[in-house]
């Protein structure tokens, strides 16, 4: 089945929508006016029930078909922007300071919701389904509040999938892959102590700068010595303070970073190799160090016979050449992950063209994506729940 005719004729309206949202973009939990937003749309297309306040700020909008008794399956936009200045310098660029839109989340809501008005409209499957606007994916971990706040319980949700756009695969066109797709994401700071003194007498001091720095360049060798080549992990310092005058050596340097892998398993790996090797490289400088360790979101693993399905879905919408049922993975991370720990489903990307990269100042979303994606979301849930049979 092709591109929806009823959702291509609504485009112009559709990027309305989604200009809206682009304009006044809000972070983390704190998505007030977009729930609203998202409440009254779903309520004016007629879904059968609209509640908001899930996971602090969601909103899940409830469509029966033909036989409401049955099968519910859930499909989930992420709703939160990121603290980014706009540089993109179009019409409708972000009105609130230092607040954007550069992940594409305006296009994610926008998709879904021209895909709840043409299943409002139509009906066309048996059981529900459920439209799920999901607040602070950008850190938040919303997705795990809103699977903690009973998610899936209050609406019997047996299925869940995900879409996420992606910029460099051509439009039109949707990439998947069975097992891990992006990457659990965790953080580290290292504080190094050592003894402060004046930088013409080095030989009085235990340096923090050079030892730290010796970590640093230690660190390196977790994925190049220690891990095997064929187990994906990528070890990165992002952040490195210390100092504060050029003729003093401080007393502490801190540095920190983030850690991304495919396989639960090497979370803990990881860890356990940063600690030991700050701890002794530390010590053989006669420094003391002090490792702090966050564990952020899982690694996002697709069902592989939903990751199947998904590919047939979207062969229907665009055909077999369009789609990339085996695509690489992304060691980017994604708060769906805690969705797809508790429910069989899978997650897709869509293609936003040759637009700048995500959580890019000069990013935006590709209007004319929006047609591709609601129509795989039509063509999901009338598949998924058919009624044709």
């Known amino acids: 089945m092709p591109v929806k005719s009823a959702i291509l004729e609504r485009s112009r309206e559709h990027a309305e929508w989604r200009r809206h949202l682009h304009r006044n973009p809000e972070l983390l939990y704190d998505v007030v ?76 809501m926008t998709m879904l919701l021209a895909a709840a008005r043409a299943l409002c409209e139509t009906r066309d499957f048996d059981g529900s389904v459920a439209v799920i606007f999901q607040p602070a994916e950008e850190g938040g971990a ?70 730290a720095s010796a970590i640093v360049q ?26 504060y005058a050029h003729n003093v050596i401080p007393d502490e340097a801190v540095f920190s970073g983030t850690v991304r892998c495919l ?33 952020g979101y899982p690694p996002t693993v697709n069902d592989a016979a939903e990751s199947a399905f998904c590919a047939a879905v979207a062969t229907n919408v665009v055909g077999g050449e369009r789609v990339t049922p085996d695509t690489q993975p ?5 708060d769906f992950a805690y969705m797809l720990e508790e429910r069989p489903g899978a997650y897709v990307f869509i293609g936003n063209g040759d637009s700048a990269s995500l959580h890019n100042a000069r990013y935006d979303f590709n209007d004319e994506a929006i047609a591709f994606g609601a129509s795989y979301w039509v063509e999901l849930a009338e598949t998924a729940l058919s009624a044709r049979g």
């Open 33 to 108: 006016d977009t729930a609203a937003f998202i409440a009254e749309k779903l309520r004016s297309f007629g879904c059968d029930k609209v509640e908001t306040g899930i996971g602090r700020t969601g909103v899940v909008g409830l469509i029966h078909g033909r036989k409401a008794d049955g099968l519910v399956i859930g499909l989930r936009a992420d709703m939160d922007a990121l603290p980014i200045v706009e540089e993109t310098g179009l019409d409708h660029a972000s009105t609130r300071g230092g607040l954007m839109h550069a992940c594409g989340h305006d296009g994610h």
């Open 142 to 211: 919303g997705g795990k509040a809103m699977v903690e706040d009973g998610l899936f319980e209050r609406f019997s949700i047996s299925r869940v999938f995900g879409m996420h756009n992606l910029p460099g695969l051509p439009l039109g066109e949707f990439a998947m892959r069975p097992g891990p797709i992006m990457a659990a994401v965790d953080i580290f700071k290292v504080t190094v102590r050592g003894r402060g003194g004046h930088a013409a007498l080095p030989h009085g001091t235990t340096d923090p700068i050079v030892t």
């Open 218 to 243: 230690g660190l390196q060798s977790i994925v190049s010595r220690n891990l095997d080549p064929l187990r994906s992990m990528v070890v990165s310092v992002t952040e490195f303070h210390a100092g």
């Open 263 to 295: 396989r639960p398993e090497l979370r803990d790996y990881a860890e356990e190799r940063i600690r030991a090797l700050a701890e002794n490289i530390a010590a053989a400088y006669g420094a003391v160090v002090d490792v702090v360790w966050h564990k």
């Open 330 to 334: 992304l060691m980017a991370g994604e």
